[in-house]
């Protein structure tokens, strides 16, 4: 059962890198990214992918230049997701086979990610914006783009962020921290999963 849930891992270092992504994996989530603001961010995602890459979609998250997105897919990564719309690392993205997840907050920046060729929305920050919000851009995007709402949404919200009309989320500090171990991982994850799986089909 492949749930929409991207677990991002500011701060992980690659020591840490493949028990915690295997933690995640066994857990039930198998979208991985790697903010490339944290320490070694490559050596990280190389490591998870050479282990976990044909059971896990691995990529990197803060991807603001087209030479990492290079750089990204000669190691292997999959998903390249971003805090703003730059078209220019879209297209990269998408020449590199490479699945496109750009921040967006307006309606405005939503349609300019999907003409350059964005697979989903990184609705962000998502607290902001609100339920609200999201219902409002809801109305006019098309629904066959996924939508991932990212920034101060965790599990307690799952249920009413759906119901206003967003596709998954994308969990930060509500997953892993820096120095945390893969066993608090697991047990964060597992509450996680387990939200997700209480929604409504």
Same mark, same amino acid.
């Given at each position: ?11 992980? =270092? ?8 295997? %933690? ?13 603001? =944290? ?52 297209? %990269?993205?998408?020449?590199? #086979? ?6 967006? $907050? ?5 349609? %300019? ?44 919200? $799952?249920?009413?962020?759906? =119901?206003?009309?967003?596709? #998954? $989320?994308?969990? #930060? ?8 171990? %893969? ?7 597992? #509450? ?10």
């Amino acid at each position: 059962m492949s749930r929409d849930i991207i677990a991002i891992l500011r701060g992980i =270092s690659p020591e840490d890198a493949v028990p915690v992504a295997r %933690a995640l994996l066994e857990a039930g989530i198998d979208r991985i990214e790697v903010p490339l603001n =944290s320490p070694e961010p490559f050596d990280s995602i190389a490591r998870m992918v050479d282990a976990l890459g044909s059971e896990a979609t691995i990529g990197a998250g803060t991807v603001l230049d087209p030479a990492d997105v290079d750089r990204l897919a000669a190691i292997g990564a999959r998903m390249v997701v971003s805090p703003d719309c730059n078209p220019e690392v879209i297209a %990269a993205t998408k020449d590199a #086979g490479m699945l496109s997840y750009p921040g967006v $907050f307006t309606a405005s920046e939503c349609f %300019a990610a999907i003409r350059a060729g964005a697979d989903g929305l990184k609705i962000f920050p998502a607290f902001k914006l609100g339920t609200d919000g999201l219902k409002a851009l809801s109305a006019v995007l098309p629904r066959e783009v996924p939508t991932f709402a990212v920034g101060g949404v965790g599990p307690d919200d $799952f249920s009413a962020w759906r =119901s206003a009309g967003v596709t #998954g $989320f994308g969990i #930060g500090t509500g997953i892993y921290t820096p120095g945390a171990s %893969a066993e608090d991982v697991a047990t964060r994850a597992a #509450g996680i999963v387990s939200a997700w799986d209480a929604l409504p089909a």
